[in-house]
Structure formats: structure tokens, C-alpha cells
């Protein structure tokens, strides 16, 4: 965490040091146990230095200041520990904070790799600066090249792809925000992907890059595709079945008024039983076979989305 530490007696003469030498502060040799705390500074520090270390073992409370040296910012934190001797901690801040740089670009690449999503962005420049594992993957397939970051984003691309793209990149760093579907062939099957292309804005709110996110989404468009096929025949159904059920239906409304009429004699009342009952059975065959149909449709549709998994 570029920390480093030494004892130091109320006189100035460090006990115990451990540190990096390495360290630009540290690089006049000044840093053995014997030195002087003063030593370890240049002489701008003196005085500064001297009267924190009087105020560090005065008060027994910590104490911290900071400061510059050379191009390097550093931080001194010092606590007394016994009536003759106290501890401190120096913290290069500058190194500090380039190592966090580091380590959030390494977690961002990271997150951005396991996403399953391509995810890649580039500057004004067309040049990559961001590609994750998937992208990465998707363009060697296509082009049968490694593309690297630094890399124009057209590199390796044929001509017509080269055509296609260009003015849409150009609109997102104009400062538009795109999304579109895209049907695409891959190992001679229909693949669908979402493109989502967003403009990379600087904090002064002007355009310096686009980023874009390539989701693949064939299952859902297959199964969206099967359930429509689905709703198309359960409606086409729905009218031959409504069609189908008017006569029977009108021949029951018709001939139920007259089995209420005491002037019918026998013979018609027979006839009239006999027609009932012939639209009855078709009443009843027809509905037979909706529930028959609508079985077919859940096991076919049930079929086709376990094949999907």
C-alpha cells in the first residue's frame, strides 16, 4: 500500500525503519536506523518536520500533515507510543493512488470480460479502447483476425461492413443514442442480436467516444416467434369454430319455441325432437373437437419451447 514505517526516540534518531527504499524520499540513504528523522527530508522540511514531532510527543494525540516531494504527495501520520519514542507512518499518495487507478481499471476489465454481452467502445479516432472477452470473440470469427485494443475499429472489416456501419457510428458521436434489432447468419442459423450504441460524453458534456453492447437474443426471438404463430392459429380457430357454431346454435333458438306450442300434434313435435337432437350432436362434436385442438396447440407449443432450452 506504499506505507512505510519507522521508530523514531524524542531526539530525532529513528530506532527502527522499514520501508522501500526504492522510494524517491527514501533514495538519500538516509534511512538506516541511527539517522535523524530530519535526514530523511530535504532541508525545505526542517522546520515543518520538527515542530510536528514536537506536537506528536507534546500532546501523546496523532498527528498528520502532508506534503510534496519532488513530484511525489505524501502523507506523514505519527503517534507516540512511549514517554521516548513514537511511531510513523509515511504514505506515498501519489503511488497510492496510481496503484487504485490500476486495480479499478483491472476490476472494470474484469466485470466487463465475464459479461456475456459484447461490450467494446472506441474514441473519435475509431480506435478500440474497450473490448471484452466476447467481442474479441465474435470479431475473430468474423474476421479471422485478432483485433487489439489501439486498433481502428474497422480494421480487418470487408467493405460493405466497413459501408454500413460508418454512418451509424457517425450519428452516435454526433450525440445520438441508437438501438435496433439485427438478423444475422452464423454456422447457417438465424441468430438475432440487440445493438445498443450510447455516445461517451467528457465531463464537459462533449462527445469523445462511443460505447456499444451486442446482446444475443435468439432464444427469446424464437420463442417470441413460436408464441405468435401460436396466437395466429388459436385466432384463425376462433373464427372457424364461432363459424361452425352458428347453425347448430340457431337451429336450437328456432326449435325450442315450437316444443311449446300445445296446436303442434305429434308428429311434429317428433320431428322437432329429432332436429334438436341432431344439433346437439353437432353442438357437442364441434365443442369435442375445440377441446381436442386446444390440447394439440399446449402439447406443440410445449414441445417447441423445450426445444429452445
Same mark, same amino acid.
Not at 326449435?255 to 353437432?282: F, R
Given at each position: ?8 526516540a ?12 526504492d522510494d524517491?524520499?527514501?533514495? /538519500?540513504?538516509?534511512?538506516? !536506523?541511527?539517522?535523524?528523522? =530530519? ?10 518536520? !520538527? ?11 496523532l ?24 511511531l510513523?507512518?509515511?504514505?506515498? /499518495?501519489?503511488?497510492? !493512488? ?12 474484469t ?6 454481452? !459484447?461490450?467494446? =467502445?472506441?474514441?473519435?479516432?475509431? =480506435? ?6 466476447a ?8 474476421d ?7 486498433? /481502428? ?14 454512418p451509424?457510428y ?8 441508437i ?19 450510447t ?23 424464437k420463442?417470441?416467434?413460436?408464441i ?25 333458438? =328456432? ?9 303442434? /300434434?305429434v ?22 373437437g ?5 390440447q394439440?396447440?399446449k402439447?406443440?407449443?410445449s ?7
Amino acid at each position: 500500500m506504499y506505507n512505510y514505517t519507522f521508530k523514531i526516540a524524542r531526539n530525532g534518531v529513528i530506532r527502527s525503519f522499514d520501508a522501500d527504499t526504492d522510494d524517491p524520499i527514501f533514495k /538519500n540513504g538516509l534511512y538506516t !536506523s541511527g539517522g535523524t528523522f =530530519s535526514a530523511l527530508f530535504n532541508s525545505s522540511h526542517t522546520d515543518l518536520l !520538527s515542530g510536528f514531532l514536537t506536537r506528536a510527543f507534546d500532546s501523546g494525540r496523532l498527528q498528520c500533515i502532508e506534503f510534496y516531494y519532488g513530484d511525489d504527495f505524501y502523507q506523514l501520520k505519527c503517534i507516540r507510543t512511549q514517554a521516548d519514542e513514537a511511531l510513523c507512518i509515511i504514505t506515498n /499518495n501519489t503511488k497510492h !493512488s496510481q496503484l487504485l487507478k490500476e486495480l479499478e481499471t483491472h476490476n472494470l476489465q474484469t466485470i466487463v470480460d465475464a459479461y456475456v454481452d !459484447s461490450v467494446w =467502445s472506441f474514441d473519435r479516432n475509431y =480506435s478500440l479502447v474497450v473490448a471484452n472477452k466476447a467481442f474479441k470473440t465474435t470479431r475473430r470469427l468474423l474476421d479471422q483476425q485478432e483485433l487489439k485494443i489501439g486498433d /481502428n475499429i474497422f480494421m480487418y472489416v470487408k467493405d460493405e461492413t466497413f459501408k454500413k456501419w460508418l454512418p451509424i457510428y457517425k450519428r452516435v458521436l454526433n450525440g445520438e443514442s441508437i438501438f435496433f434489432e439485427e438478423k444475422r447468419l452464423r454456422d447457417n442459423e438465424d441468430q438475432y442480436v440487440e445493438i445498443y450504441l450510447t455516445p461517451v460524453c467528457s465531463k464537459f458534456n462533449s462527445v469523445i467516444g462511443v460505447l456499444g453492447i451486442t446482446r444475443d437474443v435468439t432464444e427469446r426471438k424464437k420463442a417470441q416467434q413460436v408464441i405468435e404463430v401460436y396466437a395466429a392459429e388459436l385466432e384463425e380457430f376462433a373464427f372457424k369454430t364461432s363459424h361452425e357454431l352458428r347453425r347448430p346454435v340457431a337451429n336450437l333458438m =328456432s326449435l325450442a319455441p315450437l316444443m311449446d306450442m300445445d296446436s303442434e /300434434n305429434v308428429a311434429d313435435k317428433a320431428m322437432s325432437k329429432h332436429y334438436m337432437d341432431e344439433s346437439i350432436a353437432q353442438l357437442d362434436e364441434i365443442v369435442t373437437g375445440m377441446a381436442q385442438l386446444i390440447q394439440q396447440y399446449k402439447t406443440k407449443l410445449s414441445r417447441e419451447q423445450e426445444s429452445l432450452k
